[in-house]
């Protein structure tokens, strides 16, 4: 079964400072993975997704994401984070499963910024 | 012009009630979900149905029944509900069933239960 390891609960950058979220995933294939976004109040929004080719990915809002299959890693990055990106950070994999997709999230990393 | 939308946004009940959630997706997709996040925020897949049919039934318990009446609707009705079905509950649609293709989601509806 696939699993997502997001290690970070709760991250505090300065506005205009670099941002990296973290997220491990556990799968034997290749992988389908996604970023998305919750702001409080909201349902979650798709900011980027790896399926294959090219490991850097461009995502909404500025951010991009790396895939690194010897590390199992697919890691958020925002070179410059602005106060309207506080909000919660969910990594997830997706995988084929009798025909049909299934999705599975990580815990969630809380983006904080402060001025 | 909202893609998916949840009614309502806010539900308040007491236990031992039955309580529906409704749920409708105006992007053409084929596949419809709903989630369950906790007071933790862990998302967790309760349901998913493809063209009106059920292809997903995770481990939830009987008293949670979905319905999908055609392709754009996913309602949730839930029958004496307990204290830990407190929870915010998502609806989200996809293009397919096929792996990959991406979720949008609803924006949520927040049951409390007292």
């Known amino acids: 079964a696939q699993s997502v390891t997001q290690p970070d609960i709760h991250i505090t950058v300065s506005e205009g400072a670099s941002l990296e979220l973290r997220c491990n995933y556990s799968y034997g294939a290749t992988p389908y993975l996604f970023w998305y976004v919750q702001s409080p109040g909201q349902g979650l929004q798709l900011l980027l997704k790896y399926f294959s080719g090219d490991t850097l990915v461009q995502g909404i809002k500025g951010f991009e994401a790396e895939f690194k299959r010897s590390q199992s890693s697919f890691n958020l990055r925002k070179p410059s984070v602005h106060w309207s990106d506080a909000a919660e950070y969910f990594c997830?994999?997706?995988?084929?499963?009798?025909?049909?997709?299934?999705?599975?999230f990580g815990t969630g990393t809380k983006l904080q910024v402060i001025p | 012009d909202t893609a998916v939308s949840q009614t309502p946004k806010y539900l308040v009940t007491q236990m031992g009630n039955d309580k529906s959630i409704k749920c409708e997706q105006n992007l053409g997709h084929d596949t419809m979900y709903w989630y369950k996040q906790d007071s933790k925020k862990f998302l967790k897949i309760m349901f998913s149905?493809?063209?009106?049919?059920?292809?997903i039934n995770e481990t939830v318990p009987n008293r949670f029944s979905p319905k999908s009446p055609d392709k754009a609707h996913l309602n949730l009705h839930i029958n004496s509900l307990e204290l830990g079905d407190s929870a915010v509950y998502f609806c989200?649609?996809?293009?397919?069933?096929?792996?990959?293709?991406?979720?949008?989601f609803g924006n949520g509806t927040r049951l409390t239960v007292t």
């Open positions: 149905y493809n063209n009106k049919e059920l292809i």
């Open positions: 997830a994999v997706g995988r084929s499963s009798g025909g049909y997709q299934k999705v599975t």
């Open positions: 989200a649609s996809s293009p397919s069933q096929a792996s990959g293709s991406p979720l949008h």
